[in-house]
């Protein structure tokens, strides 16, 4: 079988990681991780995102210690899971809490970044006058000194982990970037900003204009034929100044790891949500600059969103430009959770989903949880926890069906919709297709998704919630169409087995209220 490029492969497999990320600290021991491990499995996920942090594995500055991993790894393996560890180095949240104690003390050697001339701390103004202070992205020493340390843990992983594949993917960092301005304003910041722009990176940025955010792809081509970076990027030159460092940074960390042990690697970002750099991370891997991380950072391959935001499907597309396969390794536990992870995989054929605090799925939110779900009364969704049950049943099912899935990821064979994008309900295959309708009368749930995987030219499945679903035929000289057999059931070892044979009044609707998996098949006529 030929290897898709967007795709996990695990022993040859293909592989969708059904994921959730644990909270920050969970994975600080073994100990803590039995209990998220039992979640884990209740909401039916085959891969756990964990931290790994600088702090705890290189406390002395050249001694390693990476027992917790290892123990954390054998519990993985006796539950048949898979991880995706989250290097927590220099970088978290666009602050530097999980470097050790020994960088952290040494500003000499490890300098801060200077929001503000001279000024190792200030206090975000934009952001509730929250003290803050990060390492520095021009700090080279800084620099070797993670990319030596996450060198150290991927050599170890392969040693004890590259026959297993228990672990199959590593985000570098987390959240990078800076706060509080567009860019550092050091003495080292201030020459190179009005140095030169490295010339085969402005060629770059000029001839990949056609997927660029608009006012980055204005002020490139605007840009004058100086050499400064004022003069090449205009109004957004602080931006992209501090992205072309952040990704430099991080790729030489990614490039040190995959040098020891060649695993997939992924940078992860806090959106921008259209407000201006510094607000949210300046030179953090959001959307609108992932040209130039594409370029200063080709030991990453996956740029991730972390998504917290309501219009989750329109961050879908943002960040699938330029080839980025979709993988979400944050998102909200709300009940708009289990659609959307339907929705990514049928819609965007995604390649990682996972909940943020998967461990509290189900639970009723509490302020801080609210604050960061966007949990408002607008939304009947966003208030209500999402039923892990029914999460659950959304994961093995997809899980159950994930080669025959994955074989359709890339083409058009597999489509999906959801409530939250009303105006895009149809789903067309050849000369056959579905228009799926929400928000009905007689449809009383409003987490409304439907995915539809073709099978042959009229024999599909589809994942359907609480939608009607209306079958069509696109051949305009048999324009009629009937469903010779509507069926309800699962898969078990990769053969569909049968529950139930809708028809009759169960049929006369074509009305689905819950989560159900259905083979339905088509006829078309004059
Ligand atoms: C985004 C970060 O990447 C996570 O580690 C976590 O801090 C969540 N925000 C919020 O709790």
Excluded at 30 to 57: C, D, H, I, R
Excluded at 147 to 176: G, S
Excluded at 290 to 302: G, L, Q, S, T, Y
């Amino acid at each position: 079988m030929e290897k898709k490029k967007n795709l996990f492969y695990v022993k040859g497999e293909p592989f969708i990681a059904l994921a959730g990320e644990a909270h920050n600290s969970s994975s600080s021991t073994a100990y803590f991780m039995e209990s998220v491990w039992e979640k884990a499995q209740e909401q039916g996920l085959n891969t756990v995102l964990l931290p790994v942090t600088w702090e705890l594995v290189e406390p002395v500055e050249g001694t390693f210690d990476f027992a917790t991993q290892d123990a954390i790894i054998a519990q993985a393996r006796e539950r048949g899971m898979h991880i995706i560890f989250l290097w927590f180095g220099s970088w978290k949240n666009a602050q530097c809490m999980y470097a050790p104690n020994w960088v952290k003390t040494d500003l000499e050697r490890f300098p801060r970044a200077q929001v503000e001339k001279g000024q190792n701390k200030c206090q975000l103004k934009d952001f509730y006058g929250m003290p803050y202070t990060t390492l520095s992205y021009l700090g080279e020493e800084t620099n070797k000194a993670d990319a030596r340390a996450f060198a150290e843990f991927m050599k170890h992983l392969k040693e004890i982990d590259e026959a297993e594949q228990t672990v199959i993917a590593v985000q570098v960092e987390n959240e990078t970037g800076m706060q509080g301005a567009g860019r550092e304003h050091s003495d080292l910041a201030d020459e190179l900003f009005a140095g030169e722009v490295p010339a085969d990176f402005a060629a770059y940025m000029r001839s990949h204009t056609d997927e660029m955010a608009e006012d980055v792809k204005a002020a490139v081509e605007q840009g004058k034929d100086g050499k400064t970076w004022e003069e090449v990027f205009g109004d957004v030159a602080e931006e992209i100044f501090s992205a072309y460092h952040v990704a430099s940074y991080v790729n030489r960390v990614a490039e040190a790891g995959k040098a020891v042990y060649d695993l997939p690697m992924t940078a992860n970002c806090w959106l921008d949500k259209g407000e201006k750099p510094g607000k949210y991370p300046s030179g953090g891997p959001v959307a609108r600059v992932m040209e130039v991380w594409k370029f200063a950072a080709p030991a990453i391959d996956i740029i991730a969103p972390d998504i917290y935001v309501q219009n989750f499907c329109e961050i879908c597309d943002a960040y699938t430009k330029m080839g980025n396969p979709l993988f979400i390794p944050e998102t909200a536990t709300h009940s708009h959770v289990g659609p959307r992870l339907v929705y990514t995989v049928g819609h965007h054929h995604a390649i990682c989903f996972a909940p943020f605090g998967f461990e509290d799925m189900g639970q009723e939110f509490s302020g801080t949880q609210s604050y960061l779900f966007g949990v408002d009364t607008s939304d009947p969704l966003l208030q209500t926890p999402q039923d892990v049950d029914e999460y659950r049943w959304y994961n093995q099912t997809i899980a159950s069906m994930t080669p025959m899935l994955a074989d359709a990821y890339g083409t058009n064979r597999l489509q999906a919709v959801i409530t939250e994008v009303p105006d895009k309900n149809m789903m067309m295959f050849g000369s056959y297709g579905f228009m799926v309708l929400f928000d009905l009368p007689l449809i009383s749930r409003k987490d409304g998704v439907c995915l539809a995987l073709q099978e042959s030219e009229d024999t599909f499945y589809l994942i359907a919630n609480a939608c009607m679903l209306a079958p069509i035929s696109t051949n305009p000289e048999k324009p009629n169409v009937d469903l010779l057999a509507v069926e309800e059931g699962y898969f078990e070892d990769g053969k569909w087995v049968m529950t139930r044979r809708l028809n009759g009044d169960e049929t006369a609707s074509m009305n689905f209220g819950e989560p159900t998996l259905l083979k339905i098949k088509l006829f078309s006529y004059k």
